[in-house]
């Protein structure tokens, strides 16, 4: 076996492992690989226009192959891929974001129902286009709920930051960035996040990996000012001025519980019941031979 591929996920956990040396204490033979700030935003100070919907996510990087051994998305999109065979989920733990549907300071929106047929930027088939359904769907018809497709996470903070859309949906560093610059939150959107192992991997690599990330986690929850400096890492450099890191929080958290039948059983048939995915996307298999 080669060695084990670690991406940055933008959360804390992974930088905190490789600093403090727990994967190599795990002897995990591993390669660190920092995922470069790649968006259709990430070079401009400023975004003049919202380019055509993007309707390219989450789902579509795994099936692409995002070049590493485990990858972390939003359990929707991860149970999604394992059941269509790109890889099979995790089952001993997942993680929590924080997450929200934001506006400007100005809007005159102040509730979840002013929400109503008012476009939500989100990404395309990833947390925020699942969450966001989830977290109005108990607030407004669902005819009511309109989506805009726009990006990765950062290219949704550029088009909210610069006022180019009325609301959209953060989370991790971007969810801080927008609420230290005033932009308000009108629904809570928390989401779990899953963990998709790719057939290459082998899992005692898998074991070793979250044994780390278990000790960063433990390290996170004891002192998290330590390490939110990390955080800029994971953002361009035209938000570094004007955030105060310290004000951030600690993102997301890893819960290491199981991800049962149950759960995966009922998310399956939310995502039918929207009819989020075509055909050729929605895969069949069970639970006993997509997760771990």
Request: hydrophobic share 40%.
């Amino acid at each position: 076996m080669g060695k084990f591929l670690i991406q940055s996920h933008g959360r804390l956990q992974e930088w905190v492992a490789e600093e403090k040396g727990y994967f190599k204490d795990e002897r995990l033979d591993y390669e660190f690989l920092v995922k470069p700030i790649i968006t259709w935003s990430a070079n401009v100070q400023a975004i003049d226009s919202v380019p055509a919907e993007i309707q390219r996510g989450a789902f579509e990087s795994i099936e692409e192959g995002r070049g590493c051994n485990l990858s972390a998305a939003c359990h929707w999109t991860v149970n999604m891929a394992a059941s269509g065979g790109h890889g099979k989920m995790w089952g001993h733990a997942y993680s929590i974001s924080p997450s929200g549907i934001f506006v400007p300071p100005e809007s005159s929106i102040q509730k979840p129902e002013d929400l109503a047929n008012v476009p939500v930027t989100v990404g395309y088939h990833s947390g925020s286009h699942f969450s966001t359904l989830q977290g109005l769907e108990k607030s407004l018809k669902r005819e009511e709920i309109k989506l805009h497709f726009a990006g990765l996470l950062l290219d949704r903070l550029a088009v909210l930051v610069d006022h180019q859309v009325p609301a959209a949906s953060l989370f991790g560093a971007a969810f801080y960035v927008a609420e230290q610059l005033g932009f308000r939150k009108i629904v809570d959107t928390t989401f779990m996040i899953g963990h998709l192992v790719t057939d290459e991997a082998d899992l005692q690599d898998v074991e070793r990996y979250f044994k780390a990330l278990r000790r960063a986690q433990h390290d996170i929850d004891i002192e998290p000012e330590t390490y939110k400096h990390y955080f800029l890492r994971e953002l361009p450099e035209r938000y570094h001025r004007l955030v105060d890191i310290r004000r951030f929080g600690p993102g997301e958290r890893l819960v290491f519980e199981p991800y049962p039948r149950e759960v995966f059983e009922r998310t399956r048939k939310w995502i039918e019941s929207w009819n989020l995915f075509p055909p050729e996307q929605a895969g069949s298999a069970g639970y006993e031979s997509s997760v771990v």
